[in-house]
């Protein structure tokens, strides 16, 4: 087989049901120049059969067998037998529509400031039974450019990990995946992002998300809510000393006790919270650990203060930047948002 252009790494663990579906969506590619490396890890249910069944009628599907060892060692172990200039990210629960592939090597290909591309994507599950994961997919829909992944990165993950497709020599450069108690693919963007790596995305729906009850972000502590919190933390304490420390005091948006809590993580990264900021008439004026609580009414101009917008509630991300923006503080200058 000729050097490929795209490895698309996929771990599999006890998927023998659905695999076959994701296989049977990247040999649909219209782009030809591809390899599979689909890394076994482990696997109990058959899906080592199905797997070798179907490289048996596909040259270009590579099977990696290994001991169970987690999902970070089957991706470091992808990454280690891949081959292409390109990483495409698959998972054996998810569907690629044909023209994936194609489209996101073109950007890489006419963009050469873009390291990392990922795609609109559709969801897969039940919008009446999985609410919260549709609405996640919807957020995920609307962050498109390298503006707006860089000013999101701290709210969120930006991208659905099987969707996708980054340069090779990231991966010497910055660093695969990490293991740890945070959830391994937000890590490696933060990581890059702070590096310098510009993601944007292709604005179409190129990947079915399927969210079937075993997804490991369903099940494994370290997709957990507080595990982003705490994966961010660090991350976002450095933006801030690099672009805020020493010029502006930093107030945090929200003051109830889970706000407060998560915003405790900056201070263990040498961030000062100078105060709070609340619309709930019960909290303003009151004094906590790091400073006063005020209202809204009560910000300084622009200028003179950052914010940082850590309520997590539905819906108040938008009302926080409604409120902001129109008192003349600009997203990314005056304010961020990390939740």
């Given at each position: 087989?000729?050097?490929?252009?795209?490895?698309?790494?996929?771990?599999?663990?006890?998927?023998?049901?659905?695999?076959?579906?994701?296989?049977?969506?990247?040999?649909?590619?219209?782009?030809?120049?591809?390899?599979?490396?689909?890394?076994?890890?482990?696997?109990?249910?058959?899906?080592?059969?199905?797997?070798?069944?179907?490289?048996?009628?596909?040259?270009?599907?590579?099977?990696?067998?290994?001991?169970?060892?987690?999902?970070?060692?089957?991706?470091?172990?992808?990454?280690?037998?891949?081959?292409?200039?390109?990483?495409?990210?698959?998972?054996?629960?998810?569907?690629?529509?044909?023209?994936?592939?194609?489209?996101?090597?073109?950007?890489?290909?006419?963009?050469?400031?873009?390291?990392?591309?990922?795609?609109?994507?559709?969801?897969?599950?039940?919008?009446?039974?999985?609410?919260?994961?549709?609405?996640?997919?919807?957020?995920?829909?609307?962050?498109?450019?390298?503006?707006?992944?860089?000013?999101?990165?701290?709210?969120?993950?930006?991208?659905?990990?099987?969707?996708?497709?980054?340069?090779?020599?990231?991966?010497?450069?910055?660093?695969?995946?990490?293991?740890?108690?945070?959830?391994?693919?937000?890590?490696?963007?933060?990581r890059w992002l702070e590096?310098?790596?510009?993601?944007?995305?292709?604005?179409?729906?190129?990947?079915?998300?399927?969210?079937?009850?075993?997804r490991l972000s369903r099940?494994?502590?370290?997709?957990?809510?507080?595990?982003?919190?705490?994966?961010?933390?660090?991350?976002?304490?450095?933006?801030?000393?690099?672009?805020?420390?020493?010029?502006?005091p930093v107030l945090v948006?929200?003051?109830?006790?889970?706000?407060?809590?998560?915003?405790?993580?900056?201070?263990?990264?040498?961030?000062?919270?100078?105060?709070?900021?609340?619309?709930?008439?019960?909290?303003?004026?009151?004094?906590?650990?790091?400073?006063?609580?005020?209202?809204?009414?009560?910000?300084?101009?622009?200028?003179?203060?950052?914010?940082?917008?850590?309520?997590?509630?539905?819906?108040?991300?938008?009302?926080?930047?409604?409120?902001?923006?129109?008192?003349?503080?600009?997203?990314?200058?005056?304010?961020?948002?990390?939740?």
């Open positions: 087989m000729n050097q490929p252009l795209i490895s698309v790494v996929m771990p599999v663990f006890n998927a023998a049901g659905v695999v076959g579906q994701a296989v049977a969506s990247i040999r649909r590619q219209t782009f030809a120049g591809w390899e599979l490396v689909a890394v076994d890890d482990g696997s109990t249910d058959g899906t080592t059969g199905r797997l070798r069944q179907e490289a048996a009628g596909e040259a270009r599907l590579r099977v990696v067998s290994q001991p169970h060892s987690g999902i970070v060692a089957a991706l470091n172990a992808g990454l280690a037998a891949a081959r292409g200039e390109f990483i495409a990210r698959m998972d054996a629960d998810d569907v690629a529509h044909p023209e994936r592939l194609a489209e996101q090597a073109a950007l890489l290909a006419n963009r050469p400031e873009i390291g990392v591309v990922g795609c609109r994507i559709e969801f897969g599950g039940s919008r009446a039974r999985q609410a919260g994961y549709a609405l996640h997919v919807d957020w995920l829909n609307t962050v498109m450019t390298p503006e707006d992944i860089a000013l999101n990165r701290f709210v969120e993950s930006p991208f659905a990990h099987p969707s996708v497709l980054f340069r090779r020599e990231l991966v010497s450069r910055w660093g695969g995946y990490r293991d740890g108690d945070f959830p391994e693919d937000y890590e490696l963007w933060l590096a310098g790596v510009r993601m944007a995305k292709v604005p179409r729906v190129l990947l079915t998300w399927n969210d079937p009850p075993a099940c494994d502590p370290r997709y957990a809510v507080e595990a982003f919190y705490r994966c961010k933390a660090g991350y976002l304490a450095r933006w801030l000393n690099l672009h805020v420390a020493g010029r502006q948006w929200g003051a109830g006790r889970p706000t407060r809590k998560r915003a405790e993580l900056l201070t263990r990264h040498g961030v000062r919270i100078a105060g709070y900021v609340d619309i709930d008439p019960k909290k303003r004026g009151r004094r906590l650990a790091n400073g006063p609580v005020i209202g809204p009414e009560a910000l300084p101009p622009p200028h003179a203060v950052f914010i940082v917008g850590y309520v997590a509630r539905r819906g108040a991300r938008e009302l926080i930047r409604g409120a902001l923006t129109g008192r003349g503080f600009r997203e990314g200058r005056n304010f961020i948002m990390a939740a």
